[in-house]
């Protein structure tokens, strides 16, 4: 195998590993909407982090907070709904994101490569980064994983129960910030929700416990970039769309299934 | 039972509006360990509102809310909804809650027969069951059930108070609830309070129901609700509606259910 397909595969995986059980809290909290916000305007931090020449996962980080503190912000406020405001956020932040881009000398020839991701391209060092970063999202996801749950089930009852709803939120948030950061160039900005929602869509039927529902999504997250590869190096595909795509196909596939068996 | 019932929490001259409506006005009240506070009263009295600011969850624009310090709650709210694109069996969902010995907890709720079941599948009546078998897993100090007898039929209600009473002797928890099941709930009861935004009245269960205020928001209610639950039944479900027999040795003829 040649050594930069073996780079690839191993950053997909770690994408995978994070972004299986981060998933499933999307869909069971109903924040698909929230992923796409915080990838979206992530471009916003890429710009800013070329413009102004420091760190890109810093201002990756750093623009995904200021999205979740603005959002938070406004949780109070009754007179939008909260679609409308994320739909205005990320929209607004992409956008400004491709006009800062374009005061960046010869940046518009790495734009792509922040929409659509390059997973080819990856190197051991940024694998290091990578597989760090799992590390510390598994740390802190086992920490939060009763607390998270009992707010999913019910904030209330959480709140009567003695846990810190505000800071187990944050702190969630904080953590599909990280994946983020850390998809951006692997995914792309585009596509990191995808692969937030469609394998935990997709390990919905084919699980019966909450856990069991975590560890299905890894394992499908992990079928995907292993087709999508394949596909890529076979007829020449582009690597991040064509994993996304072979994680459509498990969710019609298992869909289908599910169907027919009822 | 205790001999020293501690305080668990008071609330004094409490008064709270929202929006331009006012919904609890004065309320003082005071819960102690081993004891069961019933609050009724009619819809929009501000009953669940009032469970809220005991629980933390609902500011108060004046007066004194004062918990024990880290007050163990154990919380029956009147109805969750959860996301059915979460797995989660009965199971699952009660050892949440705490490191108690879960079987035991099943059991002792009767509900041992659902471990498997998804939380999203069973019926209203089971769901309070799991949801008070949750609170247990807390070991509470202080048990707060809003509405606890919904969508349990008749009997099951009264079997239902009667299990929440013996859990309190048993752990010596302090009870609140909010009950519109008046005559079911007044037999297991230590003090009723019957409240439309401000306290009508309370008292024992026997001086309340004969006071005016109480009569006159209550008072057209059937008395034959009440002769339901004060005569002697021949027999008596358990929480499965099964039916138990107080002499085992007894033969149990099944034909003879005279309710009513």
């Known amino acids: ?262 | 039972m205790q001999t020293s019932s501690r305080i668990l929490a008071t609330l004094k001259h409490v008064n709270l509006s929202l929006g331009r409506r006012e919904i609890l006005h004065d309320i003082s009240l005071e819960l102690s360990a081993g004891k069961v506070l019933t609050i009724i009263g009619p819809n929009g009295a501000g009953k669940s509102t009032l469970l809220r600011v005991l629980l933390g969850l609902q500011t108060v624009d004046s007066g004194e809310v004062t918990r024990l310090p880290s007050l163990r709650i154990g919380y029956v709210p009147q109805k969750i909804i959860i996301n059915p694109l979460m797995p989660l069996t009965v199971r699952c969902f009660i050892a949440l809650a705490g490191n108690k010995d879960i079987n035991k907890v099943m059991l002792d709720a009767g509900i041992q027969h659902l471990e498997n079941q998804a939380v999203q599948s069973i019926s209203g009546g089971e769901f309070q069951r799991v949801l008070l078998a949750r609170a247990l897993m807390r070991q509470p100090q202080l048990l707060v059930l809003d509405e606890p007898a919904q969508g349990v039929d008749m009997m099951g209600q009264a079997a239902l108070y009667e299990k929440i009473a013996q859990l309190k002797e048993q752990h010596g928890f302090g009870v609140l609830m909010v009950s519109h099941d008046l005559h079911v709930v007044m037999q297991k009861t230590d003090q009723v309070l019957c409240l439309n935004q401000h306290v009508c009245c309370s008292g024992l269960p026997e001086d309340v129901s004969q006071h005016p205020e109480y009569q006159r928001l209550f008072g057209d209610f059937p008395d034959s609700g009440l002769a339901v639950y004060t005569h002697h039944h021949d027999h008596q479900h358990d929480l499965h509606g099964n039916i138990v027999s107080e002499n085992p040795t007894q033969s149990h003829d099944k034909e003879c259910c005279k309710h009513g």
Do not use: C
């Open chain 1, 1 to 262: 195998m040649d050594d930069f397909l073996l780079r690839a595969l191993l950053a997909g995986i770690a994408v995978a590993l994070i972004s299986g059980p981060l998933g499933v809290f999307i869909l069971w909290r109903r924040m698909a909407y929230f992923g796409d916000t915080l990838s979206h305007s992530a471009v916003l931090g890429v710009a800013l982090g070329l413009l102004f020449s420091f760190n890109i996962s810093v201002g990756i980080l750093l623009s995904s907070v200021a999205v979740a503190i603005f959002l938070l912000f406004f949780q109070g406020q009754k007179t939008q709904g909260s679609d409308t405001l994320l739909g205005i956020i990320a929209h607004s932040a992409l956008s400004l994101g491709l006009v800062v881009f374009s005061f960046v000398k010869g940046a518009n020839a790495e734009l792509n490569a922040w929409l659509f991701g390059d997973i080819l391209t990856v190197t051991w060092n940024e694998l290091s980064i990578i597989f760090a970063a799992v590390v510390v999202v598994w740390i802190l996801l086992a920490l939060i994983w009763r607390s998270l749950l009992t707010i999913t089930i019910d904030e209330e009852l959480a709140k009567v129960e003695g846990i810190n709803v505000a800071l187990v939120s944050l702190i969630y948030t904080l953590l599909i910030a990280v994946l983020v950061a850390v998809a951006m160039n692997i995914v792309g900005a585009l596509l990191i929700t995808s692969l937030l929602i469609i394998p935990a869509a997709t390990a919905r039927p084919l699980s019966q416990t909450a856990k069991q529902m975590a560890v299905v999504a890894i394992v499908l997250g992990v079928i995907a970039v292993f087709g999508g590869l394949t596909a890529s190096f076979t007829w020449d595909t582009p690597a991040a769309p064509s994993i996304v795509v072979v994680a459509s196909l498990l969710f019609i596939i298992t869909q289908l299934v599910y169907r027919m068996k009822r």
